[in-house]
């Protein structure tokens, strides 16, 4: 599984690098990729809809296809650029931070700076980014100290320390995280790595589109092999798909990878050295530069299979791999002849986008990479006020009130289980707008007479570092997962909290002039939604503490997978393209949050409004109820153009639902939509009242 910002590039990259360690409990528990915005539903003085009539199709009947009603003026409106292979009103609030943040660097960057400030930093490392004519005429030196240090490896005894050293390939992953059943305390993990396509499905399907993905990739690795002048470039291609599809076959699926229980397996160092004993794990870890006397295993399968790698496969086949993984790691921050050749395959084959994105775009990237908090901070003092915060909080207090309301009415669940759920939802830490203390970048060198590329690793080095310093010490309850300008909202299970960051606070998820029926289908349902990412079939198996401890009766637990079953298949049942359906189980835990984003933002919305004065309440508005005005609001968020090759993609990839499926099939299971638009058994969105999902 990915990161919240689903990015199909293998872990090897050095982006990847920089953010592996803080980012892996997302790829463990699939934090929710859900925007959200910002401030309380108080009611201004001139209000507005917020509903954008422009954004609708009102030659479809809202019954039939209520994403399409909708949405498909907004689609009409914001056809694909050839740079997207998807873009909606989340990707279109994503490029007006980027505009921002680009805005603050550019103003950096312009000027000189003492050495070792901040500022001297951001400056460098973004004009390092945009200087591709450097790039071009340095070509591939920068790598050539790494290439020549894996040809000199002589010996299979070598290559423990040699992984436990290496910044640039590997096979496994390493990564410091709060133990799952001591939330309090951080331990190593390992997570499964080593195959670029990042989904094993791409290296075992058999159908005709990803036997198409195989071949292109097979060419891509030949034509990267050829442009670092590596000799037997077609042999090479070969051995890397042949170790990668080894190694691909052995790890978990996507669904497994969300058994939180089944990715647990806490063992001594002694213990490992039994379980894969082709690697000496005290050399390991001696050159990784930490000492530990145990960890937690994610997928053992794919690790033994790693280590009967290192013994069987011929050493050169070994090197080849990890050269592979080096050249296509540095493949985006060399010459433009070489980014151009990864871009062909990652942008153009997988996704179907037919340009890069702007140099600007991909400099303003790298620096949130690597002095994210930095950029942060300056983004915070600029575009949020303080007032936000206390708002937004409000609101977030405002529904929780209403999840706790819908869970004591629960029909399905004893008063035991109700009494801890609530204690789980009563005990969520919230998190606004930024964190209250700094990141300190002081020990991070960014220098501008090195190479670009050596300043990235330098930078991923540092974050590793500063990862290693949180091992077996206490979790840091206060520790961000996302920067400030960030357009995404996160749910932790080994914290129980939620997360909104500054930059998703914006229309068209909050509008401060809109009406409350506005607000609470957009804002309101991304804060249910991560709310409910604490109960979805992930994060019900964490205590109110963060641990990972049964708090369910028995009977309780089987209804609740009983009703999860059935979201799971309705979401099989729908068809994302000619013969292609979508994958209800990988994508079960947003659906449920989701679903339970709705059913609980409409009754706080509900609640909202019967206690109003009756001068004050809502009515129809722009030709609209209150009621329906919630869920055009709720469909807005969701409105894009997306490529065929990108829902082939996504399907395999990502967690969520597509945008299109995240309002036709969420809405036709909250009764609530169904009264509001009167849709009727006639409709093809209807489903029959015994048959709709009911959880949250």
């Known amino acids: ?57 009102t030659t479809v009947v809202a019954q039939n296809d209520f994403y399409q009603f909708a949405c498909g003026g907004w689609m009409a409106n914001n056809p694909l650029t050839p740079e997207y292979s998807r873009f909606g009103s989340f990707d279109k609030l994503g490029l007006n931070n980027l505009e921002q943040v680009n805005g603050l660097i550019q103003e950096i960057a312009a000027k000189k700076h003492k050495l070792g400030s901040i500022a001297q930093k951001i400056g460098d490392m973004y ?117 990668e599809t080894r190694l691909a076959k052995a790890a978990y699926s996507n669904v497994e990878l969300r058994d939180p229980q089944a990715n647990y397996n806490k063992m001594s160092l002694d213990e490992l050295q039994q379980l894969v004993p082709q690697v000496n794990w005290k050399e390991y870890f001696k050159a990784v530069g930490v000492e530990l006397d145990s960890l937690s295993i994610g997928q053992i399968p794919h690790l033994q299979e790693a280590g009967r790698m290192l013994a069987e496969e011929p050493l050169e086949d070994l090197k080849t791999l990890f050269t592979w993984q080096v050249i296509e790691g540095a493949s985006s921050y060399l010459t433009t002849e070489i980014y151009q ?19 600007w775009k991909r400099a303003v990237g790298i620096v949130n990479g690597t002095l994210g908090e930095a950029v942060g901070q300056m983004y915070v003092e600029k575009y949020f006020p303080e007032e936000n915060k206390a708002r937004m909080l409000a609101l977030v207090h405002n529904l929780q009130k209403a999840l706790g309301i819908r869970i004591e009415n629960l029909a399905w669940m004893s008063d035991e289980t109700k009494a801890r759920a609530l204690e789980k939802l009563n005990a969520m830490t919230i998190k606004i707008g930024y964190p209250d203390t700094w990141r300190d970048y002081s020990a991070l060198d960014i220098n501008a007479d090195d190479t670009y590329y050596a300043n990235l690793q330098r930078a991923a080095k540092f974050e590793q570092d500063y990862s290693l ?161 919630f869920f055009l609001a709720y469909a807005n968020v969701w409105a894009g153009n997306i490529r065929p090759e990108e829902i082939l993609n996504r399907t395999k990839s990502d967690p969520h639902s597509l945008g299109r499926w995240r309002v036709n099939g969420a809405l036709p299971q909250i009764n609530a939509w169904y009264e509001a638009w009167n849709v009727t058994p006639e409709s093809p969105m209807y489903i029959a009242p015994e048959n709709r999902v009911s959880i949250w």
């Open 341 to 359: 050749a990864s871009f062909d395959f990652y942008g153009k084959v997988l996704s179907g986008r037919q340009e890069p994105s702007p140099l």
């Open 127 to 243: 004009n390092l980014a945009m200087d591709t004519a450097r790039r071009d005429k340095e070509g591939i030196e920068a790598v050539q100290k790494t290439l020549d240090e894996i040809e000199a490896i002589a010996t299979r005894e070598e290559l423990s320390q040699v992984l436990g050293a290496a910044m640039d390939f590997q096979l496994w992953a390493m990564y410091v995280d709060a133990d799952a059943l001591n939330s309090s305390m951080n331990i190593m993990n390992e997570y499964q790595a080593g195959f670029s396509l990042g989904e094993k499905e791409y290296y075992i399907d058999n159908d005709e589109h990803t036997r198409h993905i195989r071949a292109e990739y097979v060419a891509y690795i030949e034509k990267l092999f050829n442009l670092f002048d590596l000799d037997d470039a077609a042999a090479k291609a070969q051995t890397v798909l042949r170790l």
């Open 1 to 57: 599984m990915h990161p919240l910002s689903i990015c199909i590039r293998p872990l090897s990259t050095l982006i990847a690098q920089i953010k592996l360690i803080d980012t892996m409990k997302k790829i463990l528990f699939t934090l929710a990729a859900f925007a959200v915005m910002t401030t309380a539903c108080t009611t201004p003085k001139q209000q507005t809809t917020g509903i954008d009539l422009s954004n609708l199709d």
């Open 469 to 629: 310093s949180f091992l077996g010490k206490p979790v840091d309850k206060a520790k961000w997962y996302m920067t400030p300008q960030t357009v995404n909202a996160y749910y932790n299970p080994s914290s129980n909290e939620i997360c909104f960051p500054a930059g998703i606070l914006q229309y068209p998820f909050f509008d401060m002039s809109a009406d409350d029926a506005f607000n609470y289908g957009a804002i309101g349902v991304v804060i249910g939604h991560e709310m409910t990412h604490g109960f979805d079939d992930q994060g019900c198996q964490f205590d109110k503490d963060g641990n990972m401890v049964n708090w369910w009766t028995a009977e309780d637990k089987a209804a609740f997978d009983a009703r999860t079953k059935v979201m799971e298949e309705a979401f099989n049942r729908i068809e994302v393209a000619p013969g292609v359906h979508a994958n209800g189980a990988f994508t079960l835990g947003e659906n449920i949050a989701d679903h339970g984003g709705l059913q609980v933002s409409f009754l706080a919305f509900t609640l909202n409004e019967e206690a109003k004065p009756e001068a004050e309440r809502l009515f129809i508005r722009d030709g609209f109820t209150p009621a329906q005005r």
